[in-house]
């Protein structure tokens, strides 16, 4: 386990990456691309680091692109309608928001946004949603490649190249099915 001193290096570690990404990182610019990332298991994540006395940012993640005042990000749904999300930027229900990172600037206008992203709704239905191989990081890397971005860095999707929750998650998905037809 975690000594207290660790404990205290960890949460005054992870409070200054997020200061500092809102408080520098952020522009004015609204074709800049922002990185939106979100703590969608805050427990489960701090859990990890204190059982390994780990500062690495290893954790479950969801990201979303902000670009012109607009927040895109991609979901999973059972239908084979888009899986692609346009909302207000920072404001995912369910997450807990962690930082923000630049990731460029776009040349495309507003209107050639709107282009791409009807472009890109074909390309993602909801029903092509798959934890480990095809996420919300996954579709926010695509993304902002296309609009002339850098990709994200590698801890925002680390989970899912994971070597062990690419074993363990097809074992807790049988499990999960099984026991739901258990009477």
Known sequence: ???????????????????????????DNPADLLLNVYDISPHLNRTIACVSCSQSRWGIYHSGIQVFEQEFSFGGHAGNTTGLQASAPQDVCGARFKCSLVLGRTGLDPVELRSLVAELAMQWPGNSYHPLRRNCNHFAEAFSLRLGGAAPPRWVNEFSRSQTVRLLLPAFTRLASLLKLQP
Do not use: I, K
């Open 1 to 27: 386990l975690c000594s207290t001193r660790q404990l205290y290096r960890m949460r005054h570690g992870h409070r200054r990456v997020r200061e500092l990404a809102t408080a520098t990182e952020r522009t």
